[in-house]
Antibody
Framework: EVQLLESGGGLVQPGGSLRLSCEAS????????MSWVRQAPGKGLEWVSA????????YHADSVKGRFTISRDNSKNTLYLQMNSLRADDTAIYYC?????????????WGQGTLVTVSS | EIVMTQSPATLSVSPGERATLSCRAS??????LAWYQQKPGQAPRLLIY???TRATGIPARFSGGGSGTEFTLTISSLQSEDFALYYC????????FGQGTKLEIQ
């Protein structure tokens, strides 16, 4: 059974940093692209970042480009999202999502999410 | 960026009836269109991919159609557990989601 467990969320002040982790199990992590998707309170889904199977190719939405960095450690079956220069509009539940194969395919499994709150 | 527009924002339907949700892309995405269901407090779940292929374990009452820029999700004979939020997503050019349709009990 595929399991994705996010951690690292919390309350952070504007301008601060946070690193999210997503520990994967139940599948061969290194064979699948991964993404982060966020959902602001009461709002819809927004794709944030994507990474290739080997981690060499990364992509970010314009809203986070230059501030967020996606990475992965295939030896630890873990996906990361480094978030810097956080703003109030980054407040959201952050989900990690397993891609059905390589990038630019649908998300066939999701974690339960971790809440990030940016506030002073 | 490809913009996805869903309609209606809210759909009120009685249990046992059929519901049809729509999704429009600002440019052609071919058949690279997925539908997700999200219930309160839960993560989204993949229902349909490739515009019309049901994901593993999804009941046959869920069906998807369309290609290019116009897509539909049809739920025949609504069950109580089907009342939820539904999102479409294009994966032709990066990823973008529609704003969602809330399916509520009439």
């Amino acid at each position: 059974e595929v399991q994705l467990l996010e951690s690292g969320g919390g309350l952070v002040q504007p301008g601060g940093s946070l690193r999210l982790s997503c520990e994967a199990s139940g599948f061969t992590f290194s064979s699948y692209a991964m993404s982060w998707v966020r959902q602001a309170p009461g709002k819809g889904l927004e794709w944030v970042s994507a990474i290739s199977t080997n981690g060499y190719s990364t992509y970010h939405a314009d809203s986070v480009k230059g501030r967020f960095t996606i990475s992965r450690d295939n030896s630890k079956n873990t996906l990361y999202l480094q978030m810097n220069s956080l703003r109030a509009d980054d407040t959201a539940i952050y989900y990690c999502a397993k891609v059905d194969g390589y990038n630019w395919n649908p998300f066939d499994s999701w974690g339960q999410g971790t809440l990030v709150t940016v506030s002073s | 960026e490809i913009v996805m527009t869903q309609s209606p924002a809210t759909l009120s339907v009685s249990p046992g009836e059929r519901a049809t949700l729509s999704c429009r892309a600002s440019q052609s995405v071919s058949s690279k269109l997925a539908w997700y269901q999200q219930k309160p407090g839960q993560a989204p779940r993949l229902l349909i991919y490739g515009a019309s292929t049901r994901a593993t374990g999804i009941p046959a009452r869920f069906s998807g159609g369309g290609s290019g820029t116009e897509f539909t999700l049809t739920i025949s004979s609504l069950q109580s557990e089907d009342f939820a939020l539904y999102y479409c997503q294009q994966y032709s050019n990066f990823y973008t989601f529609g704003q969602g349709t809330k399916l509520e009990i009439q």
